[in-house]
């Protein structure tokens, strides 16, 4: 016979690394971590680091000022690109987590004002982070239990118009019950767009990528119609839906400027319940076991169908507090285009945190400050707008690809489902 | 003389494992060469390296004494090289000249394939061996014996002198396995070479000049047939005693467990599978089922268990009809069940072994409360299971995907086996596993039969089967052509009856003297 020209079966690659993985196997490791940085930690760092230098290069090549520094002399060339690199970052950092000397004068002045003035660039990045929290365990979970939740998205946007809607239509609620309320709201309407695909799937088998896809078309264009339409804020030439009651706005602990709200703690205790409900309960037991071998999951008597609908449900419900979160902590209305991709970007978070809950805020927090960072970036260093999205776009390119990471810095390939034996450590 | 082929200092390392360690290996022109080894003793990677799928880290390979260094199977074979893996590589709709020509193919001065040709030379090829095999013949119309046949010609055709068969034996009924060994000494009488891959010590023993047995990556000694048995083998594979022959007590059959009555079930594709397949199981009894795989024993298996449409037909569970029911409710009446597919079905790899060990119990206490799972306690159950059942394991908290075959199998007889049974369904619980895992998990499973469980075994290795079954129910094509008391079932009877042979006709043809069994 001939392999090289034959039709190689299907399952070649797989009985390689099943001679590898498996016949061979390995004698067993007693210590888990080896020592130093776990990869776990390390890649996403290096990702960053990666993805600063990129982004130095982008911001030199389009900077005006190095080319004139060029023309000028080789000398101030690179001059002019040391400054506008230094200055961008430097914008970077303090936008993002605040100017470190103007925070320890603010303290020794012992000015109220001016301590909460120096510290909110960092409470800023608390309020960026908390939109992808939500969305971010929504994709994880969906992951947990293998369904690809593209949906977030459009989840992230029923979430929003549901909140939006009881929040401005009821009227005359205390704070106790109207806020819980809207809430809820939030989080069913992304439930029951996350409902539709999931039970598409389990009823005709379409798949949900497909499926959550064109779910985020029908509800982008059904917020656009609603805002020029029933939703729409009487007597505003704006597509803006009506403000929201306060008493279901999420309270904020300081006073304006300053936006840090509620949210952010309710965001934690999410991620707390989504940890809970997936490694203490035997609901999460099921749907992992689902996600990770629906075979071995239908021989254990579990409904692999039921767990698969009520995955797709709870991972919409946690996009849709997304949404919730940022109409009623943050823009206290509901506007065209309000999220900026969130949803999206959280396919990305997940993936980086492992499909871990403390994954996800860890990545959440850095996604959220980089966002912050990067927009002052813009105000105070004068770089493109465009520039900062590729540099976003970079950092998250190579955060989602950890093998370019490793083969960049050549580090050594972690045992199989390393990760995993890490998540068991909290489980058990 | 010059070997035709010798391996010197193979050695391969993956990551934290040594799978070849300075492996040294002389094939003789015309001798059969076995190599045996448990699994994951580095039989397979040696091969590989042998067939260029893998680059060794050291060593040196010398074909006919010269120096040679293999890239690929292409260069593999153009160095004379040709190998049958265990899941043949054939296109059942193409004919055997087809699959042959596959890759060399031949045409005619207009290009087109040269058909007539190429079966002329399989035609050559098939009788100057003793193949019988018609070139014309469509591979899927033909039997898993000569489908094998077509794989060795396919190699004759490449014009390999060096043949490596890779656990031949596995897919044949006895008969097969006898019409093959006719078929590899009549190459060798006519100066092939072959290194024949084994784990089973009788054919081992039957058919090669020279024995390597291989131990974790290291040749542990060659020896003649002549001058080893059994037992020698099987501790030289597995490194300490092994128990070959099992304690079997006299049955004692009680009441009725399983009762199955005329069940109709099909396939994927909705061809019949089972066909009007009718027996019992009693209690304290082996109920062994034998058959060449793809006879319809998956999907009776499978229908049992409640994994499977039953169309036409009643299964009952202790009296009560459990035909069509959910698998939870036929686990919960008290089955066990060892499915064919561990790693499919059996385990999941990516979760370590404590949470294995309670797939199918999770949510009954101790191991839940109300919704709650209890941690603590499913480690400490899984660690006395671990202790219990010999589970080779660093800690509980292990992900299976880390174990070995063997240690997979225990987990799952562990899971299945300790909790309170009266049905035990097993289905090839020791297919792929090493002497030591087969050894106890046969024991185990008479254990259980001796505490009154009722069994159903299935398997598609007739040892097996013969020596723990106290009835032996022989499935051809998806029915059950007889039932035959263990006193009755010789090796030579059950195997003509595997082969379609009718009953009267098989009596007749082993003249009904008892053979010995083994």
Redesign the interface.
Known sequence: ???????Q?PDFGKL?LE????????????ERRKRGIPQSVLIPLLAVLTGLIFGAIFIILTSQEVYNGFGQSFGAGLTAMWDVVARSYTALFTGALGDPVRMINALQSGNALEIRRAFNPFLESLVTSTPYIFAGLAVALGFRAGVFNIGAEGQLFMGAITATYVGYKLVGLPMIIHLPLALLAGALGGAIWGFIPGWLKAKTGGHEVINTIMMNYIAFRLSEWLLTGPMKRPGSYNPVSPEIQPSAWLPRFFEDPIRFHLGFFLALGMAYVVYWFL???????EL??VG??P???????MDVTKNTVLAMTLSGALAGLAGANEVLGVNHSLAMAFSSGYGFDSIALALLGNNHPVGVVLASLLFGTLRNGATSMQLSANVPNDIISVLQAVILAFIAAPAIIRSLYRL??P???EG??TI??W?? | MTPILELRGITKRFPGVLANDHINLTLEKGQIHALLGENGAGKTTLMNILYGLYQPDEGEIFINGQKVTIHSPADAIAQGIGMVHQHFMLIPVFTVTENVMLGEESTRFDGFLDRDQAAARVRTISEQYGLAVDPYAYVKDLPVGVQQRVEIIKLLYRKADILILDEPTAVLTPQEVEELFDIMRSLVEQGKSIIFISHKLREVLEIADLITVIRRGRVVGSVRPEEADQYRLASMMVGREVQLELERPPSEPGEPVLEVENLLVTDELGQLAVDHVSFDVHSGEILGIAGVQGNGQTELIEAITGHRHILEGRVRLLGQDVTNAPPRVITELGTGYIPEDRQRDGLVLAFPVMDNLILRTYYKPPFARGRRMEWETIRQHAEALVKQYDIRTPSALTLCSALSGGNQQKVIVARELSRPIRLLVAAQPTRGLDVGSIEYIHQQILEKRSQGVAVLLASTELDEILQLSDRVAVMYRGQIVAIVPAAEATKDYIGLLMAGVPPEEARQRIGRKPVEIG
């Open positions: 016979m001939n392999p090289e020209k034959t039709p079966p390689v001679e590898i993985n498996h016949e061979a196997a390995p004698p067993p490791q007693p490694f203490k309960t035997t609901w999460g037991f992992r076991t990770s071998n075979y071995g999951a239908k021989y254990a008597g050594r390939k045992a199989e489902g995993m034996i068991k450590g489980g058990g």
